[in-house]
């Protein structure tokens, strides 16, 4: 298995959560359906930087293409249901973190052997998956909780993200690492 990290993608991700933070902690009684279209608009973003990502790299597109098909749904789904419930979208939020919580602490467990700092990573997916987690067990009450939550959320994971993708700049322009399958026994 292949995981291939580009520091463009990583520092537009990173950017991408640092907007959508900063917009939301700037305008916290941001109604549920403008925050709906902004956590859509982002996942999108992030989404297509993980396909682009994924179109660039020769080996490693099928977790750059998991995470990118998987950030589009959900960015669609978003855009195009924008009544969701507040706890709905607790729950989108919740699974989208999870999921991609865990994917970045695989890839940081993954990228210790290529960078320093790869603990940027494992604990931005840490934080990450530890968020959706919350969002399932005890879901806030009240849609000013839940925007502060999300915005410090964001800005900390997008910090974390520019700080690998710092660390991928000054390394390497890419890295392409994963778990190669030993070769076959002799006959």
């Not at 956590?39 to 994924?54: P, Q, T």
């Not at 009450?141 to 700080?163: D, P």
Request: net charge neutral; no cysteine; aromatic share 12%.
């Amino acid at each position: 298995m292949e995981l291939s990290l580009n520091w463009r993608s990583v520092g537009l991700r990173g950017l991408a959560a640092v907007a959508f933070g900063i917009i939301i902690l700037v305008w916290p009684g941001i109604t549920v359906t403008a925050l709906v279209l902004l956590f859509g608009v982002f996942v999108l973003v992030d989404g297509f930087s993980h396909l682009i990502a994924a179109f660039g790299v020769r080996e490693g597109r099928g977790w750059q293409f998991f995470e990118g098909v998987a950030g589009v749904v959900i960015g669609v789904i978003t855009l195009v249901w924008p009544d969701v419930t507040t706890l709905a979208l607790l729950y989108i939020i919740g699974a989208w973190a999870v999921i991609l919580g865990a994917l970045r602490i695989f890839a940081g467990i993954q990228l210790r052997k290529e960078i320093t700092g790869e603990w940027f990573l494992i604990v931005g997916g840490a934080l990450q998956v530890i968020f959706g987690i919350i969002l399932f067990v005890a879901p806030v009450s009240g849609a000013l909780a839940i925007t502060w939550l999300i915005g410090f959320f964001s800005l900390l994971v997008g910090m974390l993200l520019l700080g690998v993708a710092w660390r991928l700049h000054k390394t390497h322009t890419s890295v392409d690492v994963g778990i190669t399958p030993p070769p076959p026994a002799p006959a």
